[in-house]
Structures are given as C-alpha cells and as structure tokens.
C-alpha cells in the first residue's frame, strides 16, 4: 500500500516537535530519538527529521512557494498559538470563498496557511492500476 507523507527537514528537532505538537494540539505518534517525530492527524501524516550533520545545508529553508495548510476550529486561537510557541503571523486574516485564512511561518522560517471553515471536498483514493 502506498502511504504519502509531508516530511520537513528541520534544524531544532526539539523546538520544531514542541512547535506542532502546540498547534496541532496533539504529541507525535512516533519519535526516533533526535532524528525524526511523526505526527498523525485526521489520516494526514506529518513528519519532522533532523538531517545528518552532512546533510544540513543541503537542507536549510528555502522561500518556496509551497506551504502546509492546517484548517483550524478556530483561526484567532491558532494565530494565538503560533506566535507563543516562537512563530510569525504574515498577514491579517482574510475572508475567502470557504471561510477565513492567515499566513504563518513556523519558528524556522517554513510557510503555514491557516484556514478556518470547510475543507475542499474530499477526494477518493486512488484506485491501484
């Protein structure tokens, strides 16, 4: 079976654990020492690793245009959290056609929307070929 996965590198495995375990409101469900810390949520799979010492540069933060979309019960708490928990709020909340979002970036710099209604439609699996 095909399992997918989001996985941020990150630089302070212990700040960036305490990070999302703060705004995702729930512990990692798997911890490998200070290498790696998995979170799963509503069947969604986030993973935080430490790269080896090696490996480091090659994977610092880059300004991407990606971001990790977290859709929030309540979008003023969430800002709330990030910010103490060593966050950054980019922007002022917004109305959108689904309901209300915010940017955000994570203590080591990585991009966050945070959205509060509904979620896009979910889609089926795909069906193996």
Known sequence: MLTLEMTLAVQNLVAMQAFYTALLGSDPQVVWGDRYAGFQIYGQRLGLFRPRGEERDRWRSAQGAWSLCLYVPDLEA??????????????????????????????????????QGEPPVALPDPQPA
């Open 78 to 115: 969430a800002c709330q959290t990030v910010l103490a928990s060593g966050g950054q709020i980019e922007s002022a909340a917004i109305a959108e056609t689904y309901g209300r979002e915010c940017y955000a970036r994570d203590p080591e710099g990585n991009r966050l929307l945070l959205c």
